[in-house]
């Protein structure tokens, strides 16, 4: 008696395997979507971040002097770092780089020292950029500046194109998943349409019969989510053993919202699935469910 049962149940168990694989599938690349729009965000805001506004300081200017308007700048707004370079650490600098030293035949320094901005991620634009360098022009000892504008803008260019194109994607992946889950939730619940009918022949009520499918939507939504959340773990640690770096760009956040997203997506697109589904077999009659 026991085979049998064991036997009777092994088909319900397949479906139900089946039914955890197809949706885990879905979720990870629906995970990989999310995962990759909040890195791209903070790709965005760490290029930003890096692009230098070079200020050249007249040769009049003390290192008193210098440090004096470095601690100015920490408190603008739009200044998220700030370095000060001296002349000899300029020189130093330029003479390892070109391998020989001009002061040598010049009998002088000809480096000046100067301070390198680097601006938080919303100021790095073209219209902050200018009135920021308006502003700082005017300050004394301030003898010119410098940044890359063409590289600014092809930055930001680049970065507003890669957002929307994901942005897009994310999109149409939602509507993707929501329809193969669906379609993988309603042959599930096909092949029980007339255990449905039956139940309902026998009067219990539609909450009733609804119950146990919900029941399983939420257990496979929650299975495929964790193995979802594992592979795209595995992933990510995979990726940071490849380039240490990415650690700049990927923190416990990114992950975070990711595995919350995963797991969301896996139940409430599981059990809405389910719970149309078993009120489209509610609504039909017997001789309706020989015809599909």
């Known amino acids: 008696m026991g085979r049998k049962n064991k036997k009777a149940r092994s088909p319900r168990g397949l479906q139900v395997v089946t039914l955890c694989i197809s949706t885990m599938l879905v ?34 200017a003390s290192v008193n002097d210098a440090h004096m308007m470095c601690r100015n700048l920490y408190h603008r707004p739009y200044a998220h770092n700030i370095d000060y370079i001296s002349k000899e650490q300029a020189q130093r600098e330029q003479v390892a780089a070109m391998g020989s030293d001009p002061s040598e035949f010049l009998g002088f320094n000809p480096f000046s020292a100067t301070i390198e901005i680097q601006m938080k991620s919303e100021y790095a634009c073209r219209d902050s950029l200018v009135w920021i360098t308006k502003e700082i022009a005017k300050m004394p000892l301030v003898t010119d500046i410098a940044y890359q504008e063409d590289l600014t803008d092809m930055v930001n260019d680049n970065l507003n194109k890669v957002n929307l194109v994901m942005l897009v994607l994310a999109v149409l992946l939602t509507c993707v998943s929501f329809s193969l889950i669906n379609n993988t939730v309603r042959l599930g619940i096909y092949s029980r349409r007339f255990a449905i009918h039956t139940m309902k022949l026998v009067g219990a009520s539609w909450g009733f019969i609804r119950r146990p499918f919900m029941r399983d939507a939420l257990m496979v939504g929650l299975i495929a989510a964790f193995l979802a959340c594992l592979i795209l773990g595995g992933g990510a640690y995979a990726l940071y053993q490849y380039e240490p770096n990415l650690i700049l760009v990927i923190s416990w956040v990114e992950l975070a919202i990711t595995a919350t997203a995963v797991v969301l997506f896996g139940v409430v ?22 015809k599909i």
Do not use: H, P
């Open 269 to 290: 697109i599981t059990m809405v699935c389910s719970y149309f589904c078993v009120n489209r077999f509610l609504n039909m009659s017997a001789g309706d469910l020989y």
């Open 27 to 60: 979720l990870v690349l629906l995970g990989m979507v999310v995962f990759s729009i909040l890195t791209a965000r903070n790709l965005s805001t760490y290029v930003k971040e890096n692009l230098t506004v070079t200020v050249m300081l007249s040769d009049d």
